[in-house]
Nanobody, 122 residues
């Protein structure tokens, strides 16, 4: 099983930016579709973004399209989420996700990190 560790969360004002990182270990990183999900208090975990194994394809939730950018560096076993123009509704715990390439990228299955808190103040 792959192990995932997120970092980069924090408190930011509306309109600000944050960059999340997720470092992977334990298995061949480039075998996995990588993604980010988030979960706000009292809500279900929701899909945010995903990136294909080679990085050539990316997918986004409509709510973050145009503001967030997912990328990966297979040489560093790391996936990133650049978040710009943050809004209070982006406040959540953000989880890194690794899944097999035959899985639907938006379904919350696979391996998870411990999560990192992102708080956007108004």
């Amino acid at each position: 099983q792959v192990q995932l560790v997120e970092s980069g969360g924090g408190l930011v004002q509306t309109g600000g930016s944050l960059r999340l990182s997720c470092a992977a270990s334990g298995r061949t990183f480039s075998n996995y579709v990588m993604g980010w999900f988030r979960q706000a208090p009292g809500k279900e975990r929701e899909f945010v973004a995903a990136i294909s194994r080679g990085g050539g394809s990316t997918y986004y939730a409509d709510s973050v399209k145009g503001r967030f950018t997912i990328s990966r560096d297979n040489a560093k076993n790391t996936v990133y989420l650049q978040m710009n123009s943050l809004k209070p509704e982006d406040t959540a715990v953000y989880y890194c996700n690794a899944k097999a390439p035959y899985s639907d990228y938006a379904i919350p299955v696979g391996a998870w990190g411990q999560g990192t808190q992102v708080t956007v103040s108004s």
